[in-house]
């Protein structure tokens, strides 16, 4: 499809009146709802974990688990992204977390739960997660014309913060607090609602192949996504950047539940309101990434997320003190909005939609795949040193980033990408 047909076929189904249209209202109520419960889900399974176990090892492989999937099926995911209805996808991937989370919340009422239970429920919800990503990011260039799509990202990223990094792990310290079970139960609701709300989306989201087009197989067409994604230099040093920064991430999820509470002291509910930090710092870049990129150009803004996420990995390698740890939260959270929203909107550009399932696969492969990897190389050397140990590892890896990213992102880069219709 040319851009021109795009962009008419887009404008078609993004209708309603008011500031944002119908398509972009209902993808950014459905990412507010499943990002909620995904939120109350990120704290509520390692708080579980802590109740089970002392290990900082096993505590960190909750996490792993979630994440892991992001290594061995993003690629193949991709490919049916690119094969199939992307709004089906989503459906597929919402009922699945409610198959699993009902499951966790019937063995926490049964008081059966265990450690094996969270690894499995875990490893099922991260397929989920790997299958609903991709398939909205996909999803988007169809929704959404190409004038709005920036305005959409930013509300998108918006509601992922807010809910994800926010409201939801707030709730679900709070939540967990009152009661493991109330917690659970809560999100397989918050699932059921998301799923609904799907049925609002209009218009047609599945990638439209002539039907003579020779049949290619899964393996060759995962080979063409990640050739596309090394051979271009651009998007290939966003991936490496991005590896490091979540493997950061990961890092920082996968240690901090037992830091909080063992090292720090917090209870469930303050640790779920210290989590919470990095969706307040989500939803202010948020607000100001607009404004940043017209004062300071999307490559300065885009740099600044390195420095923050270096900040918040340093931070509780140096100290625990609660008030410091949670305000490097915030500036990391803040840095990974405005890399975010930057990121998707330069994507879309540069990405035609017959490839935009397997890059979007391909790219996740190697920036969420490092979260289960991050976590697990944390949890391990803080098993056998210390914690503060690991964080400072993972810091000074951050520091490594700047050269790269500085030499291949140029000002001229960054004038032609935005020359790029």
Same mark, same amino acid.
């Given at each position: 499809?040319?851009?021109?047909?795009?962009?008419?076929?887009?404008?078609?189904?993004?209708?309603?009146?008011?500031?944002?249209?119908?398509?972009?209202?209902?993808?950014?109520?459905?990412?507010?709802?499943?990002?909620?419960?995904?939120?109350?889900?990120?704290?509520?399974?390692?708080?579980?974990?802590?109740?089970? /176990?002392?290990?900082?090892?096993?505590?960190?492989?909750?996490?792993?688990?979630?994440?892991?999937?992001?290594?061995?099926?993003?690629?193949?995911?991709?490919?049916?992204?690119?094969?199939?209805?992307?709004?089906?996808? $989503?459906?597929?991937?919402?009922?699945?977390?409610?198959?699993?989370?009902?499951?966790?919340?019937?063995?926490?009422?049964?008081?059966?739960?265990?450690?094996?239970?969270?690894?499995?429920?875990?490893?099922? &919800?991260?397929?989920?997660?790997?299958?609903?990503?991709t398939s909205a990011g996909a999803l988007i260039p169809d929704a959404v014309a190409p004038a709005g799509r920036e305005r959409a990202n930013q509300w998108l990223t918006g509601a992922?913060?807010?809910?994800?990094?926010?409201?939801?792990?707030?709730?679900?310290?709070?939540l967990v607090a009152a009661s493991t079970a109330l917690a659970l139960g809560s999100t397989v609701v918050a699932y059921a609602l998301s799923v609904a709300i799907l049925l609002f989306?209009?218009?047609?989201?599945?990638?439209?192949? /002539?039907?003579?087009?020779?049949?290619?197989?899964?393996?060759?067409?995962?080979?063409?996504?990640?050739?596309?994604?090394?051979?271009?230099?651009?998007?290939?040093?966003?991936?490496?950047?991005?590896?490091?920064?979540?493997?950061?991430?990961?890092?920082?999820?996968? $240690?901090?539940?037992?830091?909080?509470?063992?090292?720090?002291?917090?209870?469930?509910?303050?640790?779920?309101?210290?989590?919470?930090?990095?969706?307040?710092?989500?939803?202010?870049?948020?607000?100001?990434?607009?404004?940043?990129?017209?004062?300071?150009?999307?490559?300065?803004?885009?740099?600044?997320?390195?420095? $923050?996420?270096?900040?918040? /990995?340093?931070?509780?390698?140096?100290?625990?003190?609660?008030?410091?740890?949670?305000?490097?939260?915030?500036?990391?959270?803040?840095?990974?909005?405005?890399?975010?929203?930057?990121?998707?909107?330069?994507?879309?550009?540069?990405?035609?939609?017959?490839?935009?399932?397997?890059?979007?696969?391909?790219?996740?492969?190697?920036?969420?795949?490092?979260?289960?990897?991050?976590?697990?190389?944390?949890? &391990?050397?803080?098993?056998?040193?210390?914690?503060? &140990?690991?964080?400072?590892?993972?810091?000074?890896?951050?520091?490594?980033?700047?050269? %790269?990213? %500085?030499?291949?992102?140029?000002?001229?880069?960054?004038?032609?990408?935005?020359?790029?219709?």
């Open positions: 499809m040319t851009e021109p047909q795009e962009a008419v076929a887009a404008a078609r189904t993004d209708t309603g009146a008011g500031p944002i249209g119908r398509n972009t209202a209902v993808l950014v109520s459905f990412t507010a709802v499943t990002n909620l419960a995904d939120g109350v889900t990120k704290v509520a399974l390692p708080l579980i974990a802590t109740t089970l /176990t002392n290990s900082p090892a096993l505590v960190s492989f909750v996490l792993l688990t979630l994440t892991l999937p992001w290594l061995f099926a993003a690629m193949h995911v991709g490919v049916l992204v690119d094969r199939a209805d992307r709004r089906r996808l $989503l459906g597929l991937a919402n009922t699945m977390r409610i198959v699993v989370v009902a499951s966790l919340f019937a063995a926490v009422l049964a008081k059966v739960i265990s450690l094996p239970m969270l690894y499995g429920g875990g490893i099922i &919800l991260g397929v989920a997660e790997v299958i609903a990503l992922e913060t807010v809910c994800n990094e926010f409201a939801g792990p707030f709730l679900g310290g709070l989306l209009v218009g047609t989201f599945r990638v439209k192949r /002539t039907t003579d087009a020779p049949k290619v197989t899964v393996h060759k067409q995962i080979a063409e996504g990640l050739k596309f994604l090394l051979h271009h230099r651009l998007l290939r040093t966003f991936s490496i950047v991005v590896s490091v920064l979540c493997a950061c991430w990961g890092a920082w999820f996968g $240690l901090m539940p037992l830091v909080a509470t063992h090292e720090m002291g917090l209870s469930a509910g303050y640790y779920g309101a210290m989590v919470s930090a990095l969706g307040v710092g989500g939803v202010f870049g948020t607000v100001i990434v607009g404004a940043s990129n017209r004062l300071f150009g999307r490559r300065r803004v885009m740099f600044s997320n390195i420095i $923050l996420t270096l900040a918040m /990995t340093a931070a509780p390698a140096l100290t625990t003190n609660v008030w410091i740890v949670g305000a490097a939260a915030f500036l990391g959270g803040m840095g990974g909005t405005l890399w975010t929203v930057n990121s998707r909107t330069i994507g879309q550009r540069l990405v035609s939609q017959e490839m935009m399932g397997r890059y979007s696969a391909a790219n996740r492969l190697f920036g969420w795949g490092s979260i289960p990897l991050g976590s697990a190389v944390a949890g &391990l050397i803080a098993q056998w040193f210390d914690p503060k &140990l690991a964080f400072g590892v993972f810091a000074i890896a951050t520091l490594a980033l700047i050269p %790269l990213f %500085l030499r291949v992102y140029t000002s001229t880069v960054e004038a032609e990408v935005a020359a790029t219709s």
